[in-house]
Structure formats: C-alpha cells, structure tokens
C-alpha cells in the first residue's frame, strides 16, 4: 500500500485492515524524500491516479473510489475475494 503522512484516506484504509487482520506492507511516500516524485509518476503510469492509497495485491492495482466509500471491512473483503499470487 502506497500511503502519504496524515492522508486520512490511508489511516483509514490501514485501520480497517488491521482490524480484518489483513497483512500488508506499507511503502510512505513522505519517507522517499527527492525519489518521491519518481514514484508517484511510476504511480500514475499503473493506475492514472495521483491520490493515496495506492493498494496493490500481486502487483495489481485495488481501486477505491474517492472520497472514501468502503466502510465496515468491506475493503478487506474485496481483498480477500482477490485471487491467490
């Protein structure tokens, strides 16, 4: 999952797959200092988005529609409804 700090769309989102007990590895961009840029073009280029979250299962992008609409574990169901790597 691809986060910035204090986006309060990736707080949500790591919130409400840690309850669901989903694994994930989180990548923050605020931490790439001036490789930041490079890696939100490489973002857009895979999914036309510029927006965080990025979630990524198997090397493919999880769309999630903004603003936030999936509430009450329905984002860690769609991830678990995703076929096995």
Known sequence: MYTKE???YCIR???E???DR???VEKNLSDYGQ???AAVKGLVELTQCRTVPQIFVCGK???IQRPWNVH????????????QC
């Not at 329905?74 to 678990?80: K, N």
């Open 6 to 8: 204090h986006c309060p």
């Open 13 to 15: 989102a790591k919130n």
């Open 17 to 19: 797959l840690q309850a």
């Open 22 to 24: 989903v694994s994930y």
């Open 35 to 37: 490789k930041a840029e």
């Open 61 to 63: 992008s999880v769309f």
């Open 72 to 83: 009450g574990g329905q984002l860690s169901l769609r991830m678990h409804s995703l076929p």
